[in-house]
């Protein structure tokens, strides 16, 4: 019964999230949509006069991974519908 509920939770975990590798097709000038078709969809999209940001859960390479921090946020930002900019987001930390 562990097995399953293990595996189960691995897949719950990683849905949505983008694979490290994938952020290396995203460059400026790129369209929504192909960005979208390159890394899939965004987590969170904010928009501010004329400009929408989405936000990317992005899976850490095998051997950076931890059980407690598997992946980071990143960010890829558009200006009149095309990215100028991208990367990995600031996190502050807690402690």
Not at 28 to 45: E, H, K, N, Y
């Amino acid at each position: 019964m562990k097995r399953p509920a293990a595996a189960l939770l691995i897949v719950l975990l990683s849905a949505g999230c983008v694979h490290g590798s994938n952020m290396d097709q995203v460059h400026a000038g790129m369209t929504r949509d192909q960005v979208s078709a390159a890394i899939g969809q965004p987590d969170l999209t904010t928009n501010t006069a004329g400009r929408e940001c989405a936000q990317y859960t992005v899976l850490k390479d095998f051997w950076s991974r931890v059980p407690w921090d598997m992946s980071d946020p990143y960010y890829v930002c558009y200006t009149n519908g095309k990215v100028d900019t991208f990367g990995r987001a600031a996190v502050a930390n807690p402690s």
